[in-house]
C-alpha cells in the first residue's frame, strides 16, 4: 500500500519544506497552570460565546464559563479552578479585541463528573442525538485551524447524508507536529473516538489521511486500525495545502466539492485526529475542550517540542518551557508558517482553540522581499490548488472591480497561501484577495437580504 | 513590552526569483551559444557582445534619465536575456551599428514605453529583430555559411539557409534543389547556414529540456509549436520528398527550436493556462508554416510568434479548471 502509487489531490499544490524535524517525536509535555488565566470568548466561527458566570464566582475546572451564542457557536467551559475576577474587553496579540473572562488560578479542582484516570473506554452505546450533545457541551471546534464548531457539522442540512468520515492527519503546515505525535501517544482514543463519530453520523466507513512524512504514524494507525471494519489508512502523497478539507477530500475519495458547497454535498464530514482525541475525551471521559496540544518550533528555539497547555495559559509561560524566546527573532508566528498569523507581542496572549503552535522565524527569514513587476509567468496559477487566477484577481481587487473578482471566482480562495509561497516576483497577492473576498462577502450577503426583504 | 514584525501570511517561500528564472534561461542558451561560436566565430561573440550591452544600457539609462526610477531592474537579468535572445536572432555577420539599433528598439521601444518588465505585449527580442529584418532587408537575409571557428567577422563566406531551398521546392516543386539542402545530421547539430543561435537544433533541445525540467517553462508550449509544425509538414510534403525527409528539415531548420522552447516561451508574453498555451503554439505553428510555405519570407517563425503575442490577452481570457467544477475538455 505504501509503496503504491500514493493519492493526492489534483489541482495545483506546492511543496515547502517542511522543518518537521525540530519537533517531530518530542513527547507530549504538560505545561504547569498559570497564576491567571484570560479565557476569550471568541475561540472558534460564528458568534461569540456569552458569559454565564458573574465576577466573583468560583468555578471549577471543566465546568461552563460562556454557553454558545448561535447555531454557529461554541460552549467554552473552564481550563483553570478559580476565581472570576473580570470580565471585559481585551485585544489579542493579533489584534483583534472582543470579551474575555478572566480567572485567579487556585489549585485545580476539576468538576466531579470528568474521568481524569488514564483508563481507555471502548465502548459507546450512546444514541447519535446524545453524542452530538455531549459534544456541543464539550465546547468542541475544529482543531486543524479553522476552529468551526464540530457539532454544527454533524448535522447535516435536511436531505443531505454523510457517507464517509475522513480524518485529517495531515498535518501540511510545515513545522507543525502536534497532529503527528498526537497520533503516534494517543492512537487508541482516536480509533476510538472514529468509532464515536461513525456512529453519531450514521456511517459505515472511515478513511484516516496522512501524509507520507509521517510514516511512523501510518504503522502504528495502519495496526490499531486492523482489527476494526471500516477504517481504513490513507497514506498520502507529500504536497502542501493537502489537510485543507476540500483538498483532502479530492485526494481520499476523488470527489471535488463545487464552489460554495459544503463537504456534505459530497458525502463526506472531515475531522482533524485533534478533534477526534477531543470527541473521545468528552464522550468516554465527559472531559470538556480545555486543553490542546500545540508545537512550539523555529529552527533556533532551544527545546522545540509538543506542550499540552491548558486555555487561558499565557503563551509566555510555554515559550519558557521551550527555552524562551530566541535571541535573533524578527517574528512569532501563531500556527505554521503558511497560514499562520504573525503576532505582534507575546504578553497578554493565552493559548486557545486556534493556536495550533508558535513557530519563531529569524530576523533574516521575517522580511518580506521587495515586491518587483509581474512576469505573467503563470506559476501562481499553477500553483493554486482551487484553479484560480491569483495574477488577476490581485489586479482586480486593486481596481477595486468587485464584480469582477467575483465572476473570477474570489470567494472560492482558501486562503493557502500557494499563490504567494511560489511567485518569482514576490508579489503579495493575498494582500489583495483577502479584501476583495470581505467586499464581495459583504455583496453576496447584501444581495441575499435584499432577495429575502422581496420574497416578503 | 517587545514587538515583532508583523504580516500576512504566508510567511514562507519558495525562494524562486525573477532574477533566478532569467539566469537559468541564459544558462540554458549557454550549449547552443558554443556552437555557434564554434560554427561562425568571432562573429557570434562580437555581435552577442554588442547586443547584451546595448540592451542593458539601454534599459539602465531609460530607467535612470527617463524614468528617474529610483530602482534599477537591470540586475533582474532579462535585459541581459533579451540581448543574448536577439543576437541568437541575427546572423553573426551583420554589421556592429545594426546590431545597436536592433537592441536600442528591443529594450526601448519593446519593452521600456510599455513600462518595463511584465508590462510588453510583444517579445523584446523579436521587435528588435523584425525592425531590423524590414530596415535592412539584405543585411538581415545575409547568412554566413559555418566554417569552424574562424576570426574573420564582417568577410564571412555567406549563401542560403535551407528555408530559402525548402521554399523553392514547395513553390516550383523543383527537387534538383534537394541535394543542395544540408545532411539531416548537419541541420540536427547546426552545420548550416543561419541567424546567430538558431542552428543547433541539439544544442537548443537539451536547453529547453533543462528548462523543463528546472520548472523554468511547461512543455505545453514548445510541444504544441513542433507537433503542429510537423503535422503541418507531413500534409503539406511537396511531390518529389519524403514526408518524413520533408517534416525533419521543417523541424530543424529556420527558428523553429530557439522560438519553441526559447522566444515562445517568454513568460511575458505568453499565456497562462494551460490550454491557452497550447493554443498559442498551435496558432505559432500554423501561422509560421503559412508563411513558410506561402508568404514572402522564408522564415516566419518572428512573425508567428509575434501575431499569437497580439492574442494573448485573449487567450488569458481561458481560464484554469476550477476546483469542483465540471470538467470541461
Known sequence: MVNGIMRTFKIGGVHPQDNKQFSAHQPITECPLPKQAIIPLVQHIGAPAQAVVEVGAKVKVGELLAKAGGFVSANICSPVSGTVTKIGDWTDAWGASGQAIFIDVEGDVWAPEIDRTPDLIRSCTLEPKAII?????????????????????????????????????????????????????????????????????????????????????????????????????????????????????????????????????????????????????????????????????????????????????????????????PADTGKIIGGGPMMGRAMDHIENMPANKRLSGLLFLPEAESIRPEEENCIRCGKCVQACPMGLEPYLLQRLSQLELWEECEKHDVMDCIDCGCCVFTCPAHRRLLDGIRPAKAKVGAILRERAAAAAAEKK | MKTFITAPAPHAHSGDSVRRNMLLVILALLPAYVVSVLEFGVGALITAAISVCACVLTEWCISRFLLKEQRQTIGDLSAVLTGLLLAFNLPSSLDWWIVLIGAIVAIGVGKMTFGGLGQNPFNPALVGRVFLLISFPAQMTTWPVPHGFNTSYLDAETGATPLYYLKHIAKTGDTSFVDQLPALKDAFLGVMGGSLGEVCALALIIGGLFLICCRVITWHIPVSIIATVALFAWIGTPAGMEAHQYVAYELLSGGLMLGAFFMATDYVTSPMSAWGKIIFGVGIGFIMMVIRTWGAYPEGMSFAILIMNACVPLLNKIRPQRFGEPKKA
Open chain 1, 133 to 325: 450533545d455531549k459534544i456541543a457541551a464539550a465546547g468542541i471546534v475544529g482543531l486543524g485551524g479553522a476552529c468551526f464548531p464540530t457539532h454544527v457539522k454533524l448535522l447535516p442540512p435536511p436531505g443531505k447524508k454523510a457517507e464517509v468520515l475522513i480524518v485529517n492527519g495531515v498535518e501540511c503546515e510545515p513545522y507543525l507536529t502536534c497532529d503527528h505525535q498526537l497520533m503516534l501517544e494517543h492512537g487508541e482514543e482516536i480509533i476510538v473516538g472514529i468509532e464515536i463519530l461513525k456512529r453519531a453520523l450514521g456511517v459505515d466507513r472511515a478513511i484516516i489521511g496522512i501524509e507520507n512524512n509521517k510514516k511512523d504514524a501510518i504503522e502504528h494507525m495502519t495496526k490499531l486500525a486492523q482489527t476494526k471494519l471500516g477504517i481504513d489508512i490513507m497514506p498520502l502523497k507529500l504536497k502542501y495545502p493537502q489537510g485543507g478539507e476540500k483538498q483532502l477530500i479530492d485526494a481520499c475519495i476523488g470527489r471535488q466539492v463545487p464552489s460554495g458547497a459544503l463537504p456534505i454535498e459530497v458525502g463526506a464530514v472531515v475531522d482533524n485526529v485533534a478533534t477526534i482525541y477531543a470527541v473521545y475525551e468528552a464522550v468516554q471521559k465527559n472531559k470538556p475542550l480545555i486543553s490542546r496540544v500545540m508545537t512550539v518550533t523555529g529552527k533556533k528555539v532551544a527545546k522545540p517540542g509538543n506542550y499540552s497547555v491548558r486555555f487561558g495559559t499565557p503563551i509566555e509561560e510555554v515559550i519558557a518551557l521551550a527555552g524562551g524566546v
